[in-house]
């Protein structure tokens, strides 16, 4: 367990039993062991797609061992048009994400407007708990805030689902 008796986040998706789900909303993040890659990524438009590299060592085993428990892991993106460049980094390094055992859409902005969303990204296992991410106006993480309030989970769930509903597959969303 981390502090506050929230578990870390590995755990959380080794809880996982069904089903986890991933609602992203931001155009920018500035997390910090992605520094470098996006920055290359803006130097040479090259992506780390090599999913067992260092780069992804924190995340693709961890996939790869939830999916193979027969969770289904998937991944929606509401994405404001024209991209960011923050964006075009993530939507170049989603093969890897796919090739783990990730289903990933992605939603424009545009086509988000009636559907009632968190106020903050999400993960959301086996639509039980929700893991709420916190980050600054210019995409810096602030912290997490765990929840099993069962109106926040349904007001996720409803959330995912719609986006995912009219979500576009990644292998046909350009940016």
């Known amino acids: 367990m981390s502090q506050n008796g929230v578990p870390d986040f ?32 803006m130097r040479t438009g090259e992506a780390d797609l090599d999913p067992d590299s260092e780069f992804w060592q924190g995340w693709t085993p961890l996939v790869r061992e ?27 390094l989603t093969p890897v994400n796919i090739a783990v055992g990730e289903q990933v859409r992605w939603l424009p902005r545009r086509q988000a407007s ?25 995409g810096d993480w602030t912290g997490h805030e765990y929840s099993e309030d069962p109106a926040a989970v349904e007001l996720c769930a409803s959330a995912f689902e719609a986006v995912w509903e009219r979500g576009v597959d990644h292998e046909k969303f350009t940016v």
């Open 114 to 138: 009636d559907i009632a969303l968190p106020g903050n990204d999400l993960w959301l296992i086996d639509d039980r708990l929700v893991l709420f991410h916190f980050f600054s106006g210019v």
């Open 66 to 92: 939830t999916v193979g428990r027969g969770v289904v892991v998937r991944r929606a993106r509401i994405v404001s048009e024209p991209v960011t460049d923050y964006i075009r980094y993530e939507h170049a």
């Open 10 to 41: 590995t755990e959380l998706l080794r809880s996982a039993q069904r089903t986890a789900v991933h609602l992203e909303m931001r155009d920018v993040y500035s997390v910090g062991e992605e520094a470098d890659s996006f920055e290359h990524f």
